[in-house]
């Protein structure tokens, strides 16, 4: 059993940045693709990024803002967000994919990220 514990969200202004933190358990993270994903009030869950040794994938509208990362050592993936927009206020939420694919079925409990405009 995997367990997936973010941190880092919070209140700030448009312009700014944040990063966020991944924290897992269990031994055979590196194995796992990780990703970050996001859900705004009345709407769906949204894809943000993944990451896997194949490399790294983006939503569209954070390519060249969001940057994820991992280190496999500390059992940790992160999301480096900078110029925050108002758009991307959200609840974000830290996945696992435990085949190494992109079905995933690891889930946190999910960080507040508001931007003020």
């Known amino acids: 059993q995997v367990q997936l514990v973010e941190s880092g969200g919070g209140l700030v202004q448009a312009g700014d940045s944040l990063r966020l933190s991944c924290a897992a358990s269990?031994?055979?993270?590196?194995?796992?693709?990780m990703g970050w994903f996001r859900q705004a009030p009345g709407k769906e869950r949204e894809f943000v990024a993944t990451i896997r040794s194949g490399g790294t994938l983006y939503k569209d509208s954070v390519k060249g803002r969001f940057t994820i990362s991992r280190d496999n050592a500390k059992n940790a993936v992160y999301l480096q967000m900078n110029n925050l927009k108002p758009e991307d206020t959200a609840v974000y939420y830290c996945?696992?994919?435990?085949?190494?694919?992109?079905?995933?079925?690891?889930w946190g409990q999910g960080t507040q990220v508001t931007v003020s405009s």
């Open positions: 996945a696992g994919a435990s085949k190494g694919d992109y079905d995933f079925d690891y």
């Open positions: 269990g031994r055979t993270f590196s194995t796992y693709t």
